[in-house]
């Protein structure tokens, strides 16, 4: 059974003014835990930086973290370098203590208030939602017994998400051609809209009525809405990256002994950037770590990447030995396994993996050289 | 907290030396709760501070129950209670009567490596059954070829006495078995009673012997074993397992004499971390290993990525 997750609009859309939102986040922050988008450190010198770096000094720059203050909020941010993916799912986390012969202890997340993960653009809302279907247990071959992860659950459980429609486009975002933005429809508990002097609000769930009980709210009007569809229309003509999706599942699956692969195997450095920062990446790896004495240790598990050599390797060989097959892992699989596995595409559309290839593999190029030579 | 990733801690009841690296470790959960498995499926067998390994599970499915007056005909002699550590570790338990099951281990990584130090009486963690079967449906009333590689006997083994005890139900059965030398290969003191069985044919090959030691039975690859086949493709069904290059000759070489793709069984070995089809590192393709195999057919697995298939 998939997660049930918060639905589409139950009611009519609100209006929160600018001036507002302050008041608003204070009294979240008062009730909640509140992640959001914030500016880490200085930017370097405009100085420095060539037109084409801003995109990259941007996504740098601005991460989710807890916040004190609606003041730290920067939610006019085009992409952040890790998606809130982390919050639900940490990059590293121990799942249980042990003794010598005294068996395994869980450690349960820590879950002291219920969370709100503030701003969080369609496509990593939607990457959370595909998520849900891997660690959830819409995976039909599994059993009932195994069909959902513990940790994942408990966190996701406890979070409440508040969407927020991207302002800007960035250079590599193709959410649009993935069908997972920059409009939203599902998933989310409430869904802001900056329409310039305001937000347009939109209620996703019961949990999200209940967050804008504080809320100094009017009622939107027809104009308000045309703005947001207006604005959603712009962000889509302005997204310069397009990924044909018309049976590319298909497509992929015959091609895979395509040239490109062959090429690109010289180029990727099998680095694992782009599996880092994929808000869709669910691989993980389990490693036991016993203390000095030998008598107590913790069994961990950390993100893993199917571009780690190690990643497929069995006594005996290695499935994915060469960079060639671990790169048409990560494309085939977010392109075209993934539809198999869990009846929707594994790519959002994000475009982080574009912009933290050091090498600048770009999987929507992959994709049309590929479509080219297909007809 | 509902958690599949928690392993339930298991008591060695015996060891059993098949080969110079491969023990048969004898098992019962020190819970005393119920394990019911379905041949061809496997455990996440583990050690706290090695980690654990996806193994499969050797023994009979209905071993049942362990007690003083049963033997089990499939595997090590195991007397209840045998031996005074594994007895006190269970004492406590008012549990008197349990399920036991085996897993066939060659030392070969990290976590099997220290399996292979443990003694009777030791505790191992166990995560599971997880996994497909053998096709114990589409294979009643046909003849059944299985062909096994050294260690890949070891969970095709559970389904030989899946019909050994349900002999009406199947009809002839020809165990192809090859391993790399005679003193490779798996279950011998066993083959005997194998062989004294209804319609069964058991035919062993080496890929070379040692000097000085005597071999009554062929040498070559598994597949010059073909010859010696008697099932007609049209009524039997094929099971294999063992490493995967063997297995990939084995499949032409079946589909050569006429078996259909949807009749070839292959149990295929990934790397595994949870079992449960989250840890992303068994897939081939859309598949998982660990829930939509190991057993697949080779029309599921023909024209995937990343296998010697």
Same mark, same amino acid.
Not at chain 1, 268 to 272: D, R, T, Y
Not at chain 2, 118 to 121: Q, V
């Given at each position: 059974m998939v997660f049930k997750s918060p639905g589409k609009r139950e009611e009519e859309p609100k209006i929160l003014r600018k001036a507002n939102l302050a008041l608003w986040v204070r009294s979240l922050i008062q009730d909640y835990e509140v992640i959001g988008p914030i500016e880490k450190g200085p930017r370097p010198e405009p100085s420095v930086l060539g037109p084409e770096d801003q995109g990259l000094v941007e996504g740098e720059g601005i991460a989710f973290r807890p916040i004190g203050s609606m003041n730290e909020l920067a939610l006019n941010y085009i992409t952040t370098m890790l998606s809130p993916k982390e919050f639900l799912y940490p990059p590293r986390e121990v799942l249980f203590t042990f003794r010598k012969g005294e068996g395994f202890t869980e450690v349960e997340p820590e879950l002291n208030r219920k969370r709100i993960i503030f701003g969080v653009h369609p496509c990593d809302l939607n990457a959370i939602l595909i998520l849900d279907r891997v660690f959830l247990g819409s995976y039909e071959a599994c059993t009932e017994l195994s069909r959902s992860d513990g940790y994942y659950r408990a966190r996701r459980e406890n979070t409440l998400l508040v969407a927020l429609t991207c302002s800007r486009v960035g250079e590599n975002c193709f959410c649009a051609s993935m069908g997972f933005g920059p409009s939203l429809e599902e998933g989310y508990d409430l869904l802001l809209t900056d329409l310039n002097d305001r937000y347009l609000v939109e209620i996703g769930s019961i949990s999200g009525r209940e967050m804008l009980k504080k809320a100094p709210l009017e009622e939107a009007t027809p104009q308000d809405r045309e703005t947001k569809e207006r604005k959603l229309r712009a962000l889509e003509e302005e997204m310069s990256k397009t990924v044909d999706t018309q049976d590319l599942p298909q497509i992929l699956r015959r091609n895979l002994r395509h040239p490109v692969w062959a090429r690109l195997k010289d180029i990727? @450095? =099998?680095? =694992?950037n782009c599996t880092m920062v994929c808000p869709t990446c669910y691989c993980y790896d389990m490693v036991d770590r016993m203390e000095l004495d030998l008598e107590k240790g913790v069994r961990e598990r950390a993100w893993d990447s199917c571009f780690n050599p190690e990643f497929a390797q069995v006594h005996g060989g290695n499935f994915r030995a060469g960079r060639d097959s671990r790169l048409r892992q990560f494309v085939c699989h977010k392109m075209s396994y993934w539809t198999e596995q869990y009846g929707c595409f594994g790519c959002v559309g994000c475009g982080r993996c574009i912009t933290w290839c050091p090498v600048g593999i770009d999987i929507t190029e992959i994709i049309r050289e590929i479509r080219s030579d297909a007809g | 907290m509902r958690n599949p990733l928690k392993p339930r801690d298991a008591v060695i009841m015996a060891i059993k030396r098949e080969t110079y690296d491969v023990l048969t470790y004898t098992l019962v959960l020190k819970d005393g709760g119920e394990f019911s498995f379905k041949p061809g499926q496997f455990n996440m067998v583990g050690l706290p501070g090695m980690g654990e390994a996806p193994i499969s599970i050797s023994s009979k499915p209905s071993r049942l129950p362990l007690s003083p007056s049963t033997e089990p005909f499939d595997g090590p002699l195991v007397l209840w209670p045998q031996g005074q550590r594994a007895q006190d570790k269970l004492r406590t338990s008012a549990v008197e009567v349990r399920e036991s099951f085996d897993h066939t281990i060659r030392s070969v990584g990290n976590v099997t490596r220290a399996l292979a130090n @443990? /003694? /009777?009486?030791d505790e191992v963690m166990i995560r599971g059954p997880y996994g497909s079967s053998w096709p114990l449906d589409e294979a009643r009333g046909k003849d059944i070829l299985i062909v096994a590689g050294g260690i890949g006997l070891a969970p095709l083994r559970p389904f030989i006495f899946h019909i050994f005890e349900n002999r009406a139900d199947f009809g002839y059965l020809e165990i192809l078995y090859g391993a790399r030398t005679p003193d490779d290969m798996l279950y011998t003191q066993e083959f005997p009673q194998w062989r004294k069985q209804e319609k069964v044919k058991l035919l062993l090959t080496v890929d070379q012997v040692p000097e000085g030691e005597a071999w009554e039975y062929g040498i070559g690859v598994v597949t010059e074993l073909f010859d010696f086949v008697e099932i007609p493709p049209a009524s039997g069904i094929a099971l294999t397992c063992g490493p995967e290059i063997m297995m990939r000759f084995v499949t032409m070489g079946l589909l050569q004499r006429g078996f259909s793709p949807g009749r070839v069984y292959l149990s295929v070995e990934r790397r595994m971390k949870c079992g449960i089809a989250h840890c992303g590192h068994c897939q081939i393709g859309p598949k998982y290993v660990c829930q939509d195999g190991p057993v697949f057919t080779y029309r599921a697995l023909r024209g995937l990525p990343d296998t010697l298939l």
């Open positions: 990727c @450095l =099998a680095c =694992a | @443990l /003694e /009777e009486g």
